[in-house]
């Protein structure tokens, strides 16, 4: 079949794929989120393992059915998320981390229902741990994908994070362009790799978009075993 002969290299091929928010929570009724729909994360997997990769897909809470043929841990919080990645890091070949991970936390999380008081309420935040810039430091043969939610200086920010982050390939995403971003089934993108190659993804399906990021990353890992 020529698609399968077309997709052959990524036979067995370890890939982790984060996907969508995380939850902070501040008691049992409230908590911290943000936009990401886990679309972009899913379509990445599904296509991967489409093309025969083993696939493990570390999930926040979406509203997404299981795509076929993938392992899928669900997870809440950012913490959980990092937990459930560096226990997987070791035996992957290549890492794609598409989840927005909360950068900031309650300082105090309640067992009870905060109730309300006359006047104003504060939260104290805390700084969540960054996985991918972890992941960075503690690579070894993996192949590392990140990507940048921007609302501005796309380009700047996003090859700033190649760097900071000690990965091979960003995905930026402009949150705010038509059409891209967060919650719709499109995308556009623009891969910047560490070696400097600037790829452009055009306005295109969330799917055709998982399948040109694959092949990228494809690359980059054929290049790294030869
Ligand atoms: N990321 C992560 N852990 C975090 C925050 C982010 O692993 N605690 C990952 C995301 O999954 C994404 C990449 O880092 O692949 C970039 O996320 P982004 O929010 O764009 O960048 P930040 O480094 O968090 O910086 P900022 O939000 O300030 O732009
Ligand atoms: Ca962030």
Redesign the pocket.
């Known amino acids: 079949h020529f698609m399968k002969s077309a997709h052959r290299e990524w036979h067995g091929v370890k890939l982790m794929v ?1 996907a969508g928010p995380t939850r902070e929570k501040i008691d049992p009724v409230r908590f911290f989120t943000n936009r990401s729909s886990g679309k972009m994360g899913y379509a990445i997997a599904e296509e991967a393992a489409a093309r025969g990769a083993d696939v493990t897909l570390i999930s926040g809470p979406v509203s997404l059915p299981k795509p076929q043929g993938v392992t899928l841990v669900q997870v809440e919080s ?1 913490a959980e ?2 937990a459930a ?1 560096a226990d997987r890091f070791q035996q992957s070949d290549i890492v794609i ?7 900031y936390r309650p300082k105090h999380t309640y067992e009870q229902k905060i109730k309300k008081q006359d006047g104003d309420w504060s939260v104290e935040m805390e700084r ?8 960075g430091k503690k690579r070894t043969h993996q192949i590392l ?6 609302t501005e200086n796309l380009e700047s ?1 996003a090859k700033q ?1 190649v760097e ?2 000690r990965v091979d390939i ?1 995905a930026a995403n402009s949150i705010t362009a038509p059409g891209s971003g967060f919650q719709g089934d499109t995308n556009e993108l623009t891969l910047y790799t560490k070696d400097g190659d600037v790829i452009h993804i055009p306005l295109t399906s969330k799917k055709e978009a998982a399948g040109k990021l694959l092949d990228t990353a494809m690359s980059v890992y054929r290049k790294s075993k030869a």
């Not at 969540?128 to 992941?135: E, G, P, R, V």
């Open positions: 984060t950012a998320m990092f990645v981390k598409a989840a927005a991970v909360a950068d969540t741990s960054d996985i991918l810039k972890t992941l994908v990140g990507f940048a939610a921007e920010n994070k900071s982050k960003i």
